[in-house]
């Protein structure tokens, strides 16, 4: 049973840091996209930063390019998602989520969050002014 258990959100002040965990179980952690994604009261769930397991490509959404940081440790099955200069438009929910499937995904459709199928619960990011 494929699993991901996010942890790590809270309360920060704006240009603050924190740093999201995502824990994976029950499958093979380095096949596939893992990323983190947001969604905002009143607004769209978001893809925000996509690491590609096998190859360690990343991805990320420009408004968060030079602050936020994806990695991985393969020998601990978890992902990452260091966040810096925190703003508080980064307010929200965040979420893992894994892509499992037979065919990789198309560039333009890597931050897209429907295309995920394995998601955790998320934990809350709260950044004040």
């Known amino acids: 049973q494929v699993q991901v258990v996010e942890s790590g959100g809270g309360l920060v002040q704006a240009g603050g840091s924190l740093r999201l965990s995502c824990a994976a179980s029950?499958?093979?952690?380095?096949?596939?996209?893992m990323g983190w994604f947001r969604q905002a009261p009143a607004k769209e769930r978001e893809g925000v930063a996509v690491l590609h397991t096998r190859s360690g490509a990343t991805y990320y959404v420009d408004s968060v390019k030079d602050r936020f940081t994806i990695s991985q440790d393969n020998a601990k099955n978890t992902l990452y998602l260091q966040m810096n200069t925190l703003k508080p438009e980064d307010t929200g929910m965040y979420y893992c989520?894994?892509?499992?499937?037979?065919?990789?995904?198309?560039?333009?459709?890597?931050?897209?969050?429907?295309?995920?199928?394995?998601w955790g619960q998320g934990t809350q990011v709260t950044v004040s002014s």
């Open positions: 989520a894994a892509y499992i499937g037979v065919r990789t995904l198309r560039v333009q459709d890597i931050l897209r969050p429907d295309k995920y199928n394995y």
């Open positions: 029950g499958y093979s952690f380095n096949s596939n996209f």
